[in-house]
Antibody, heavy 118, light 108 residues
Framework: QVQLVQSGAEVKKPGASMKVSCKAS????????IHWVRQAPGQGLEWMGQ????????TYAQKFQGRVTMTRDTSIRTAYMDLTSLTSDDTAVYYC???????????WGQGTLVTVSS | EIVVTQSPGTLSLSPGERATLSCRAS???????LAWYQQKPGQAPRLLIF???TRATGIPDRFSGSGSGTDFTLTISRLEPEDFAVYYC?????????FGQGTKVEIK
C-alpha cells in the first residue's frame, strides 16, 4: 500500500541544522509532489514547501526561504528536508505528505518530532 | 499569501448532532482548491475533502464540503464518536499553500 516512512525523532541545539527523510513506497514516486508540513506542540499545521521528485523543482513558503532546502534521491525513493539556524520556535513535528494540485495532500508520513533545546 | 480563517475555534456537540465548520480565505481560492483534513491526537492529518466538495477515498458520506470563492463549509451530518477531532481547511490554489488554524469538535 502507499506509505511514507519518516526518519526518527531528533534533538538539536539552537543554531544547528536538521535533516528529515521521507521514504516512499507503493506508488510512482516521481508522479507526485512531496510536501513538508510542520506542527508545533499544541498548534496548527504550517505548510513549508514542496518538491517534485522528477524534476527537483521546489517551492518554499516565504517564511522559510533561505533556511529550508528540499531535495530528493529518486534511486531510493526518498525525499529530504533540511532546515538551518534552528531556534526553539522550530520545535515541532515535521510531516511529509504526497500531493498534487488536484487532490491536495493525499497521504501523510507518520511525523518526525524535532526538539530544539540547549 | 492567502490567509485562511476557520470558525468557530471550538464546537461542542453531542453524538448524532450536525456539525457545521466554516473556512474563509482572504482572496478567492482558484479552481475551488480547498481541502479539509481531520486530525486526532498523536496522529497525522487525514484528507477528507478536496476540490471543496469531493470526498477522498474511504471517507463516509456523512462528511460533505461546499463553497467557492472565499467561503467554504464542512458539514458532518450526524456526528459519530470517532468524528470528535480537530479539522483543518487548506487552500492549495496559489503557489504557497496555507492552512486555517483549525476547529476542534469536542463532545458536549
Amino acid at each position: 500500500q502507499v506509505q511514507l516512512v519518516q526518519s526518527g525523532a531528533e534533538v538539536k541545539k539552537p543554531g544547528a541544522s536538521m535533516k528529515v527523510s521521507c521514504k516512499a513506497s507503493g506508488y510512482a514516486f516521481t508522479g507526485y509532489y512531496i510536501h513538508w508540513v510542520r506542527q508545533a506542540p499544541g498548534q496548527g499545521l504550517e505548510w513549508m514547501g514542496q518538491i517534485h521528485p522528477s524534476s527537483g523543482e521546489t517551492t518554499y513558503a516565504q517564511k522559510f526561504q533561505g533556511r529550508v532546502t528540499m531535495t530528493r534521491d529518486t534511486s531510493i525513493r526518498t525525499a529530504y528536508m533540511d532546515l538551518t539556524s534552528l531556534t526553539s520556535d522550530d520545535t515541532a513535528v515535521y510531516y511529509c505528505a504526497r500531493g498534487t494540485i488536484l487532490v491536495a495532500l493525499l497521504t501523510w508520513g507518520q511525523g518526525t518530532l524535532v526538539t530544539v533545546s540547549s | 499569501e492567502i490567509v485562511v480563517t476557520q470558525s468557530p475555534g471550538t464546537l461542542s456537540l453531542s453524538p448524532g448532532e450536525r456539525a457545521t465548520l466554516s473556512c474563509r480565505a482572504s482572496q478567492s481560492v482558484a479552481s475551488r482548491s480547498l481541502a479539509w483534513y481531520q486530525q486526532k491526537p498523536g496522529q497525522a492529518p487525514r484528507l477528507l475533502i478536496f476540490g471543496a466538495s469531493t470526498r477522498a477515498t474511504g471517507i463516509p458520506d456523512r462528511f460533505s464540503g461546499s463553497g467557492s470563492g472565499t467561503d467554504f463549509t464542512l458539514t458532518i451530518s450526524r456526528l459519530e464518536p470517532e468524528d470528535f477531532a480537530v479539522y483543518y481547511c487548506q487552500q492549495y490554489g496559489s503557489s504557497e499553500w496555507t492552512f486555517g488554524q483549525g476547529t476542534k469538535v469536542e463532545i458536549k
